[in-house]
């Protein structure tokens, strides 16, 4: 292993990386359920400022959505730079993870 792996698996092995990891996996679930639930209520596409994340870790979580094909991001009307709504796969996906009780 290189000092790099060692490293990388000491640093994974705390508490506070596994919650990181565990938060790189669940957040974009998240962030999907929210934009299902406002599109489902308003049948628009949901403004960024109804999203809620924050940092680098929910920049990311959206990025991986549109990135997966979750997602579709339009520009935004008069209140938001853009709009998102779930594509088919991502309703499918939303609707799988409610079942499982997952979000």
């Not at 940092?55 to 991986?64: F, I, R, S, V, W």
Request: proline fraction near 5%; glycine fraction near 8%.
């Amino acid at each position: 292993m290189s000092a790099v792996e060692d490293f990388a698996a000491l640093i994974e092995g705390t508490d506070v990386m596994k919650q990181v990891l565990k938060g790189l996996k669940e957040e974009p679930a998240h962030l999907l359920a929210l934009i299902c639930r406002e599109y489902e209520s308003t049948g628009q596409p949901v403004p960024d400022h109804r999203l809620y994340y924050v940092g680098y870790m929910g920049e990311a979580a959206l990025k991986a959505l549109l990135s997966a094909g979750m997602v579709r991001r339009q520009s935004g009307g008069v209140l938001a730079l853009y709009t998102y709504e779930p594509t088919p796969e991502g309703e499918a996906q939303c609707e799988r993870l409610k079942a499982e009780k997952q979000i």
